[in-house]
């Protein structure tokens, strides 16, 4: 494990590279979550993650972005400190920018996938999706754990609100906080995000070309209706899309490596992201 420093778009930008033994195999660009304005590459969900890639032969660059702001009324409720931070498009930006790093480092013969949790679930699938419109490169993959994809996300069914109801510290993502979450990421009204901002609103065809996709959400998590929404778009665009759900999970449970259902996701999202590389395809 090293870290660097990126001439990033908007200044330096730090990434921490996880190297396996064998440098041939495939490579993951891996951003963490924390609602866009929390979080850092010492969390489990980044940390933890990156390790357990590479101990699996997956070299992983993950990604310092930069903050959102972190406000008053979230920090007086966190018992956290007021923090000033910046809004889209700076740290989406910044992820393709590490991805574009990576392809070219010689870190390992790739290909490069790209992948995030919740918040950086969304910032990885907006990087890809603006590669996609692009000249490249391209990710070979999408590796999304749990992402919140709508800042306006549909009502969940009976079964998801019963299982949040009978659960209420897991009933956190709800439309008023998913909302807020995404106008301090943008600085404004949701209306005015794109779709590398809010890739959710993306329609079949802007999606034509997005990477294949393996997506795992958690069991009770409200954003579970925004990554099976966009599973849905992803189908219509004819895009190849492996969805499941992590069954017993709520939100973030790659942030909690103790629990056999993390190193479960963390098995399935390896076996995908391996048969990425040539010579595993070519295996019977």
Do not use: C, K
């Not at 032969?57 to 400190?81: E, H, K, N, Q």
């Not at 659960?167 to 005015?192: H, I, K």
């Amino acid at each position: 494990m090293n870290e660097q420093v990126l001439d990033g778009p908007h200044g330096p930008l730090r990434v921490r590279v996880y190297t396996p033994t064998s440098p041939v195999g495939p490579g993951l660009v891996w951003v963490h979550g924390g609602g866009f304005a929390a979080g850092e590459i010492d969390m489990p969900e980044a940390d933890w993650v990156a390790q357990s890639f590479a101990e699996r032969g997956i070299a992983v660059v993950s990604v310092d972005y930069a903050l959102a702001p972190f406000p008053r009324t979230w920090a007086a409720a966190a018992g956290a400190p007021e923090r000033e931070g910046v809004h889209y498009p700076v740290a989406s930006e910044e992820v393709e920018a590490a991805f574009r790093w990576a392809v070219h480092s010689g870190l390992t013969e790739g290909p490069w996938s790209i992948g995030g949790a919740s918040a950086g679930g969304n910032l990885a699938a907006g990087a890809a999706l603006r590669l996609s419109h692009g000249p490249g490169p391209f990710p070979a993959l999408a590796v999304l754990a749990y992402p919140t994809l709508h800042a306006v996300q549909a009502a969940p069914d009976a079964a998801l609100r019963a299982a949040l109801d009978a659960d209420p510290d897991a009933d956190v993502f709800g439309p008023d906080p998913v909302r807020g979450m995404y106008e301090n990421y943008l600085g404004g009204p949701v209306d005015g995000g794109d779709v590398y901002a809010v890739p959710g609103t993306a329609s079949p065809a802007q999606l034509s070309h997005f990477p294949a996709t393996i997506m795992i959400n958690g069991e009770v998590d409200e954003l579970r209706v925004s990554g099976e929404a966009f599973g849905a778009l992803l189908r219509d665009a004819g895009v190849e899309i492996d969805i499941s759900t992590e069954a017993g999970t709520r939100h973030g449970h790659l942030n909690q490596p103790e629990l056999a259902a993390a190193t479960a996701s963390i098995d399935r999202f390896a076996a995908r992201i391996l048969a990425t590389s040539p010579q595993n395809r070519e295996q019977p």
